[in-house]
């Protein structure tokens, strides 16, 4: 898994986060958690793909489900990054169906 630096989207000035994205990789990506904290998805290829965040906690014993987010082809999707997803790490572990044409920002607004 490649680790996602955090792209800083400063309140004076933001960012373009096409610009900012790196190919997704094929063993999925980590990301860190916490307020502001989003992760952009651009989905290039032709067919849909669905994001999925791994959720590493527990309720009552139970496992909380993975959230996921489907993307159509040729567009692009924002999914919040919040401390739910933190792994033992801080970070969020994100998986792909597919990695090709897709690239990803892990980015926090307002700092």
């Known amino acids: 898994m490649a680790a996602l630096n ?19 990789t094929v063993s999925g ?9 989003f992760l952009y998805v651009k ?4 067919v849909s793909l669905t994001v999925t965040l791994a ?21 692009a999707g924002i ?3 919040s401390r739910v997803f933190a792994g033992a790490n801080g970070r969020a572990t994100i998986t ?8 990803v920002a892990a980015f926090e607004l307002g700092s």
């Open 43 to 46: 989905n290039g290829s032709g």
């Open 79 to 81: 999914i919040p990054l």
């Open 55 to 75: 959720t590493p906690g527990t309720v009552s014993g139970l496992d909380v489900e993975n959230p996921t987010l489907v993307i159509a082809a040729s567009k």
């Open 96 to 103: 792909y169906s597919a990695v090709t044409t897709v690239s």
């Open 29 to 37: 990506d980590t990301a860190p958690t916490g307020a502001n904290r």
């Open 6 to 24: 955090l792209i800083k989207a400063a309140i004076d000035g933001g960012v373009t986060l096409e610009d900012s994205a790196v190919a997704a």
